[in-house]
């Protein structure tokens, strides 16, 4: 079965670089989360997007923006990087209430 | 106020035997729904289980099942026959209200060790 798509898989940055993470939900999935996990500690939520309308909004950093797309692709894009965004980017996708499915996740380093 | 809580931060369990991990949520919404997500080494989260708020009988998928008691407002995660494979990062999760697109509060997690 069809999973949800990160890219890239691994990104290495500098200090206030900017930096663009992809997520392709599963196929007829209209309902996209992003999430920030730091080593050792929990998923947390920074936004989600349900046809293509922002949908709740968490722990965000304004540096931080994000859409999406008519093909109900989305996109993080992310400014100003500071070394405290190192971290794995989790996209994740549902059709229904019941499910959140979860990509393989982008790992960020920011030197 | 912590939306969920787990106690456990690291568990046994030997191999064959039944494990319970405990999560306790904290909402006043009356529709919300609970997830328990599996993080092996490796990184992926890996969705197991989910229990809707006005769902009368406990969920089960598999060698997983949940244990409801809203009165509580528990949602344990009971593993039977557990094995080798199951050693991982369990985190409790919720989302309140109906919508899809509700954000999700997550527990710290428990780390699960199967002894052979």
């Known amino acids: 079965a069809a999973g949800v798509i990160q890219s890239p898989r691994h990104l290495i940055k500098e200090k206030r670089e900017t930096a663009t993470l992809k997520c392709y939900p599963i196929?007829?999935?209209?309902?996209v989360y992003w999430y920030q996990q730091g080593p050792g500690q929990d998923p947390q939520f920074l936004i989600s997007?349900?046809?293509?309308?922002?949908?709740d909004k968490g722990s965000i950093p304004d540096r931080f923006s994000a859409q999406q797309f008519s093909d109900y692709h989305s996109e993080l894009n992310m400014s100003s990087l500071e070394l405290g965004d190192s971290a794995l980017y989790f996209c994740?996708?549902?059709?229904?209430?019941?499910?959140?499915?979860f990509g393989p996740g982008t790992r960020l380093t920011v030197l | 106020a912590q939306k969920i809580t787990q106690t456990q931060p690291g568990m046994f369990v030997q191999e064959k035997e039944a494990v319970t991990l405990d999560c306790t949520y904290d909402?006043?919404?009356?529709?919300?729904?609970l997830f328990w997500y599996k993080q092996p080494s490796s990184g992926e989260m890996i969705f197991l289980i989910y229990?809707?708020?006005?769902?009368?009988q406990n969920a089960t998928e598999g060698r997983y099942s949940l244990n409801f008691q809203k009165a509580r407002k528990s949602a344990n995660l009971v593993i039977s026959a557990s094995q080798l494979g199951d050693s991982a990062m369990y985190f409790c999760?919720?989302?309140?209200?109906?919508?899809?697109?509700?954000?999700?509060?997550f527990g710290t997690g428990t780390s699960l060790t199967v002894i052979p």
């Open positions: 994740a996708s549902s059709l229904s209430a019941h499910e959140q499915f």
């Open positions: 196929p007829r999935h209209d309902t």
């Open positions: 997007f349900y046809e293509k309308m922002q949908s």
């Open positions: 909402t006043s919404d009356q529709s919300y729904g």
């Open positions: 229990q809707g708020s006005y769902d009368e």
């Open positions: 999760a919720m989302r309140e209200g109906r919508t899809a697109g509700n954000q999700f509060y």
